[in-house]
């Protein structure tokens, strides 16, 4: 499925102590790096991240203006950086190391749902995804093993992404909005991830459970 990738990679990480996220090392490797893994089959990648953190040759980067907007400015600044985005786009946050292994399956059943459309194409029938059945989905996202939807580990129709984006422009919550504001309202499906999967890196802690 041809896809184009954002990664928000531009916190502040207070519960590090200040610390850049993208650049703390698990099993010897950046965070972001582990991230970017998961990226391989995108047409086009774009790290929202600051100067500050170094990406690979031939991957795009941008940053919200000015910095430290949150999420959704951050989704806001990929989505304007990719100009002519695919009609799929893989959302994934920098601290989730394991994302890579979960990606197969996201593409997989955003397929069998014919998602680059959203939910204004034709209703699919007889899907399942998570026990469930779904149909005119606008979205993908990975499932943890609490039950909790990973928003920033999912496929996403590029329309209804950019969508909800305008939708929060207009009512001036791009800066500072929640994921939860930008994603809620989407009729998302999901699939079960394991908790290597899904785990994030949010603390030392984090981190060295990981190392472990």
Known sequence: MSHDAIVLAGGTGRRLGGVLKPQVTVRGRRLLDHVLDATTGARRVVVVAPEAVPVPDGVLRTLEDPPHGGPVAGIAAGLAALADPAPVVLLLACDLPGAAAAVPRLLATAGDLALPGGRNSAVVRNSAVAGEVVGGVDGVVVRDVSGREQWLLGLYSTAA????????????????????????????????????????????????????
């Open 161 to 212: 992404l950019a969508g909800r984006v305008g939708e929060l422009a207009a009512a001036g919550r791009v800066r500072g909005g929640s994921v939860r504001d930008l994603l809620g309202p989407l009729h998302l499906g999901t699939v079960l991830a394991s908790a290597e999967e899904s785990r994030d890196v949010d603390t030392w802690a984090d981190r060295d459970a990981l190392e472990r």
